[in-house]
């Protein structure tokens, strides 16, 4: 009898011992079984900052920057992990390409970014559902139980549901898998080990650059003198030492305040160059500039490079004042309205008038000179980048002594889609000197001029334009009728 349980004993357990040999093959294969649990884990090494050979941080105008390091690894031999340190909290893992050389036998084999940084938020949620303590001012201890962390902690001690605690938390260790700071950990295959050289490349936002510009204009407002400021902008939450800096101008296409520049002295020289060890050239459709030498880029840091300055250079001062379509859409009559003149400045970016450098886009701040010999802010204006050759113009603000009257004195509707209005415009000049204003009419559709005062001018298939010029002192009254169709 007792050899017939025995035997069914057996048969029973056959189809289970199978069962067992095959999920225990699977784990171990996993890494979960008990002798891959027994097995020592894989030698980790790390790479700091103390290890970085060159560093290249190459930064865009849209809150970019690409980083290029080279750092000097000692690798164990076999399968081993590397954690590659001190990088921005705000960098884009995906991003990243990794190169031990062509001839090196170290192989990638995988890659995390380990960015659960250390806070007492982070580590009392590693003890939710745990016991912890709390040291009291005469050194007793009070436990209890930490139940959640949603919206703050809540405690369990002695059976109640707490959330405060009097004396100071205290926790029997500190939390695995938290990190002081954002880490790269790469998972290779490092064949015999030693020494070895990494580079990292990867893409990092809260980088970013801008130009600022001063323009100051000599005593007549005729000719002035242009420096660039370059300030950078960093806030990706990793800094970067004997860094070398290269900034691309331009708008790369991407699937997602300025501070005050220093002030400047006036230059007499005829032509611009780039500030010493300043080194531009064109990249495809874009412009690089390398900075000379190497500097320290500080997390939480804005720091300004000369970029270039250029003297001698001349300028144009520009009255203008501008309408609006819909102005000749509909009757107006008799609403007398008055205009603000718009002060604005022109100069060529050309080697001949002491330029030819391609501009960044940046903020332009203007200085006059005031009698005293004292710099005064005339206004400021932003400028896209500009290519060499061309021109840049800047709207500075608005003329004081110079004042605008609008009439409307006729208005016709003479189809559905044909309007016709009569204008008359009355500019006066307070100051010393005779003026010319510009005057712009966008009329939103296809024009006529069928009678004025002076002569019109085409500016674009949809806006004319007429140059009022307007003696010191005196007022010159421009009339004209003009027929649009929609």
């Given at each position: 009898?007792?050899?017939?349980?025995?035997?069914?004993?057996?048969?029973?357990?056959?189809?289970?011992?199978?069962?067992?040999?095959?999920?225990?093959?699977?784990?171990?294969?996993?890494?979960?079984?008990?002798?891959?649990?027994?097995?020592?884990?894989?030698?980790?090494?790390?790479?700091?900052?103390?290890?970085?050979k060159a560093l290249d941080v190459t930064i865009y105008n849209n809150d970019l920057a690409l980083v290029r390091e080279v750092r000097a690894v000692q690798l164990p031999a076999g399968t081993c992990a590397l954690e590659f340190r001190d990088v921005p909290a705000q960098i884009e893992p995906r991003s990243l390409l990794v190169d031990f050389g062509a001839k090196s036998p170290v192989r990638l084999l995988e890659q995390d970014y380990e960015f659960d940084l250390l806070s007492r938020e982070k580590i009392l949620e590693k003890y939710i559902g745990q016991e912890l303590a709390w040291i009291q001012e005469d050194g007793k201890r009070i436990k209890g139980r930490l139940l959640g962390m949603t919206a703050g902690p809540v405690f369990?001690?002695?059976?109640?549901?707490?959330?405060?605690?009097?004396?100071?938390?205290?926790?029997?260790?500190?939390?695995?898998?938290?990190?002081?700071?954002?880490?790269?950990?790469?998972?290779?295959?490092?064949?015999?080990?030693?020494?070895?050289?990494?580079?990292?490349?990867?893409?990092?936002?809260?980088?970013?650059?801008?130009?600022?510009?001063?323009?100051?204009?000599?005593?007549?407002?005729?000719?002035?003198?242009?420096?660039?400021?370059?300030?950078?902008?960093?806030?990706?939450?990793?800094?970067?030492?004997?860094?070398?800096?290269?900034?691309?101008?331009?708008?790369?296409?991407?699937?997602?305040?300025?501070?005050?520049?220093?002030?400047?002295?006036?230059?007499?020289?005829?032509?611009?160059?780039?500030?010493?060890?300043?080194?531009?050239?064109?990249?495809?459709?874009?412009?690089?500039?390398?900075?000379?030498?190497?500097?320290?880029?500080?997390?939480?840091?804005?720091?300004?490079?000369?970029?270039?300055?250029?003297?001698?250079?001349?300028?144009?001062?520009?009255?203008?004042?501008?309408?609006?379509?819909?102005?000749?859409?509909?009757?107006?009559?008799?609403?007398?309205?008055?205009?603000?003149?718009?002060?604005?400045?022109?100069?060529?970016?050309?080697?001949?008038?002491?330029?030819?450098?391609?501009?960044?886009?940046?903020?332009?701040?203007?200085?006059?000179?005031?009698?005293?010999?004292?710099?005064?802010?005339?206004?400021?204006?932003?400028?896209?980048?500009?290519?060499?050759?061309?021109?840049?113009?800047?709207?500075?603000?608005?003329?004081?002594?110079?004042?605008?009257?609008?009439?409307?004195?006729?208005?016709?509707?003479?189809?559905?889609?044909?309007?016709?209005?009569?204008?008359?415009?009355?500019?006066?000049?307070?100051?010393?000197?005779?003026?010319?204003?510009?005057?712009?009419?966008?009329?939103?559709?296809?024009?006529?001029?069928?009678?004025?005062?002076?002569?019109?001018?085409?500016?674009?298939?949809?806006?004319?334009?007429?140059?009022?010029?307007?003696?010191?002192?005196?007022?010159?009254?421009?009339?004209?009728?003009?027929?649009?169709?929609?």
């Amino acid at each position: 009898m007792r050899r017939q349980e025995t035997v069914r004993a057996r048969r029973r357990g056959r189809p289970g011992g199978r069962r067992r040999v095959a999920l225990a093959a699977a784990a171990v294969a996993l890494g979960f079984g008990g002798a891959a649990a027994g097995a020592a884990p894989s030698p980790v090494a790390a790479s700091e900052v103390q290890g970085r050979k060159a560093l290249d941080v190459t930064i865009y105008n849209n809150d970019l920057a690409l980083v290029r390091e080279v750092r000097a690894v000692q690798l164990p031999a076999g399968t081993c992990a590397l954690e590659f340190r001190d990088v921005p909290a705000q960098i884009e893992p995906r991003s990243l390409l990794v190169d031990f050389g062509a001839k090196s036998p170290v192989r990638l084999l995988e890659q995390d970014y380990e960015f659960d940084l250390l806070s007492r938020e982070k580590i009392l949620e590693k003890y939710i559902g745990q016991e912890l303590a709390w040291i009291q001012e005469d050194g007793k201890r009070i436990k209890g139980r930490l139940l959640g962390m949603t919206a703050g902690p809540v405690f369990e001690v002695d059976g109640e549901v707490v959330f405060e605690v009097p004396g100071r938390i205290a926790l029997p260790a500190l939390p695995a898998n938290l990190r002081a700071r954002p880490t790269l950990v790469w998972r290779l295959d490092a064949g015999k080990g030693g020494a070895a050289e990494v580079e990292a490349s990867y893409l990092t936002r809260g980088v970013s650059w801008s130009t600022d510009y001063v323009l100051q204009l000599d005593a007549r407002g005729e000719r002035a003198g242009l420096q660039a400021w370059v300030s950078i902008d960093n806030r990706s939450g990793g800094a970067f030492g004997d860094a070398r800096l290269l900034l691309v101008a331009g708008e790369i296409n991407q699937v997602r305040p300025v501070p005050a520049p220093r002030m400047m002295m006036m230059k007499t020289e005829a032509a611009a160059d780039y500030a010493e060890g300043v080194q531009e050239e064109a990249l495809y459709d874009y412009h690089l500039y390398t900075l000379p030498g190497v500097t320290t880029l500080k997390d939480a840091q804005i720091k300004q490079v000369s970029l270039f300055e250029a003297g001698g250079i001349s300028v144009r001062r520009h009255y203008r004042l501008g309408g609006q379509a819909y102005w000749f859409q509909s009757p107006r009559l008799k609403q007398k309205t008055e205009e603000k003149v718009a002060v604005s400045l022109t100069f060529e970016n050309r080697q001949a008038n002491g330029l030819g450098l391609p501009l960044p886009a940046g903020t332009v701040r203007v200085y006059g000179q005031a009698a005293s010999g004292g710099r005064q802010l005339l206004g400021e204006d932003r400028i896209d980048h500009t290519p060499k050759d061309e021109e840049v113009e800047l709207q500075i603000g608005v003329a004081f002594d110079l004042v605008a009257e609008r009439t409307q004195t006729d208005y016709k509707r003479i189809a559905d889609n044909v309007h016709q209005s009569a204008y008359r415009l009355v500019l006066r000049n307070h100051k010393t000197e005779a003026v010319t204003v510009e005057v712009v009419e966008p009329t939103g559709g296809d024009w006529q001029v069928l009678e004025s005062s002076l002569p019109a001018r085409k500016k674009s298939v949809s806006a004319l334009e007429f140059d009022v010029p307007v003696a010191a002192g005196g007022e010159t009254v421009l009339t004209y009728r003009l027929q649009v169709s929609y």
